[in-house]
Structures are given as C-alpha cells and as structure tokens.
T-cell receptor, first 114, second 114 residues
Framework: KAGVTQTPRYLIKTRGQQVTLSCSPI?????VSWYQQTPGQGLQFLFE???????NKGNFPGRFSGRQFSNSRSEMNVSTLELGDSALYLC?????????????FGEGSRLTVL | GESVGLHLPTLSVQEGDNSIINCAYS??????FIWYKQESGKGPQFIID?????DKRQGQRVTVLLNKTVKHLSLQIAATQPGDSAVYFC?????????????FGQGTILTVHP
C-alpha cells in the first residue's frame, strides 16, 4: 500500500510569506503527527491530530498551525516565515492515537526561507 | 549570528562487524522507546521498538536493550552491512493516549566501510 505522501517536496519562500504543507497518511491511519528537523535542533514535535482534533502540540510559536480533514489528510501552515523556519518538515501517521505501533514517516517537505 | 548545530556522534565500522549505538533518554515516565534509521533525503524508518516492561527485544539482525535504572537505550546491529550506513535516532514516548508525540535523541551517524 502507498506510504505517507507529503507535498510539495521542496519549496523556497521569502521572509514574511506563509506556507502550507500537505500530508496524506497511509490508508486507514487516523493519527497524523508533524515534526520539524533542522541541523541545529534535530527532530522536534510540532503537533498531532486524530479525528480532526489536535491532541498534542509541541513548543512552537502560534505561527505554526495545522489541521486534519475528515479523510485524515492533514495540512500545516507557517505564517510570517522567518529564516529559522528553514527545515525539513516531516509528517508521520499511525493507526490511532492510542496505538503503540510504529509511526510511518513521509519523505518530508524541505522548506528554504530566503 | 551563527547558529550552533548539533554535533552528532559518529560510529565507523567495517562490514561484517557488530555495531552498538547508544542513547540516553531523559524522561523517567517514558514507557515506549523506538529506534529509527534515516538515510540521506528520506524520512525516518522504523527499526525496532520496546516497551518499558521489557529490557531486551530482538528483531532481524537488530537487538534493543533498555536499562531503566540509568535511562539508557542501545541498538545492536549484527553483521553490519554498507546499506546500514545512515543516521540512527532513538525516540521516547511518555505514553498516555498519544503515541504520535515522540521525543527524539540527537542521532548517531553510522558509517559502514566495505
């Protein structure tokens, strides 16, 4: 079956702009999590969604937001981009929020802010 | 100013050797631990997991050891192959109802020489 799909894979924005990233989880998976990966901070949790509800949020400013749709697809948005937002944004899905099964990661969306 | 990046530990081994990658975790309440492998340009890939009520778990060519007393996790890879070259991350989860929220370690770069 198809894995986690993230779009776009690469994008370049300028400071002050906003960006929306999309994630399609594995079919049947209802929980979607987002992570930011940078050389300076490593992999950091952004938020988790289950059944269109945000269940957890990491320590990121309010410029970072997300949502989940009824088909479990998720989007995250970053407004008023800063240079430090340049990162690989990873989406992961699992069957349910209470499942200890593995998280399946997509290949990420690489954002460059100029 | 210039950002300080993570200086990832590195492990360099010869093909066929056994590799041991170590990880110290921080949260004594964590009850679920996972090892991920990340190859260049790809998202993290699940290797093996372990619950806190276990101290050892074996997979195909991999073994995870958990020492809760000293909050230490290790990944052993038997007969390491060039295809094992990647960055390896340990991750912990504090449990509850949300297993999509993981805290990742900084990672270890494994290089396998033919």
């Amino acid at each position: 079956k198809a894995g986690v799909t993230q779009t776009p894979r690469y994008l370049i924005k300028t400071r002050g702009q906003q960006v929306t990233l999309s994630c399609s989880p594995i079919s049947g998976h209802r929980s979607v999590s987002w992570y930011q990966q940078t050389p300076g901070q490593g992999l950091q949790f952004l938020f988790e969604y289950f059944s269109e509800t945000q269940r957890n949020k990491g320590n990121f400013p309010g410029r970072f937001s997300g949502r989940q749709f009824s088909n479990s697809r998720s989007e995250m948005n970053v407004s008023t981009l800063e240079l430090g937002d340049s990162a690989l944004y990873l989406c992961a899905s699992t069957l349910s929020a209470g499942d200890t099964g593995e998280l399946f990661f997509g290949e990420g969306s690489r954002l460059t802010v100029l | 100013g210039e950002s300080v990046g993570l200086h990832l530990p590195t492990l360099s081994v010869q093909e066929g050797d056994n590799s041991i990658i170590n990880c110290a975790y921080s949260n004594s309440a964590s009850d679920y631990f996972i090892w991920y492998k990340q190859e260049s340009g790809k998202g993290p890939q699940f290797i093996i997991d372990i619950r806190s009520n276990m101290d050892k778990r074996q997979g195909q060519r991999v073994t995870v050891l958990l020492n809760k007393t000293v909050k230490h996790l290790s990944l052993q890879i038997a007969a390491t192959q060039p295809g094992d070259s990647a960055v390896y991350f340990c991750a912990e989860n504090a449990g509850g109802t949300s297993y999509g929220k993981l805290t990742f370690g900084q990672g270890t770069i494994l290089t396998v020489h033919p």
